[in-house]
């Protein structure tokens, strides 16, 4: 399941509930480094962990390891340097709306539903 969300249309937000962003979701997102014309792009990878739903200042919060230490990126929907949005997996089993728990015990992120069955 690979679903490509365009960040500047209403999709990621307002689709509906299968499609939508939600807290649990690994999204990748690719940004601008600048605004000039041929820009490099950089990507993001990362469980979503809390959506703050405010019109044009709707904001996400990615959270991953990267080299054994936790990093968080808060990212703003509608900037003009989010190039894309992509959730890459659905979250299973979250029923929270902010999984901030995730700050102080990095191993349930890798508990998903989906990857116990993987495991059997």
């Given at each position: ?34 605004m ?30 990267v ?19 992509d ?34």
């Amino acid at each position: 399941m690979f679903l490509r969300l365009e960040a500047r249309s209403n999709a990621a937000l307002t689709a509906s509930k299968k499609d939508r962003l939600c807290a649990g979701d690994i999204v990748t997102v690719e940004t601008k480094n600048s605004m000039a014309e041929g820009a490099a792009t950089s990507s993001f990878t990362g469980v979503c962990i809390a959506i703050y739903r405010r019109g044009i200042d709707t904001s996400f919060i990615l959270r991953n390891l990267v080299q054994k230490v936790g990093v968080e990126m808060r990212f703003l929907a509608y900037s003009p340097l989010v190039k894309r949005i992509d959730i890459v997996h659905k979250g299973v089993g979250f029923r929270r709306a902010k999984l901030f728990y995730l700050r102080e015990n990095p191993g349930k992120t890798f508990q998903l539903k989906l990857l116990r069955k993987a495991g059997k």
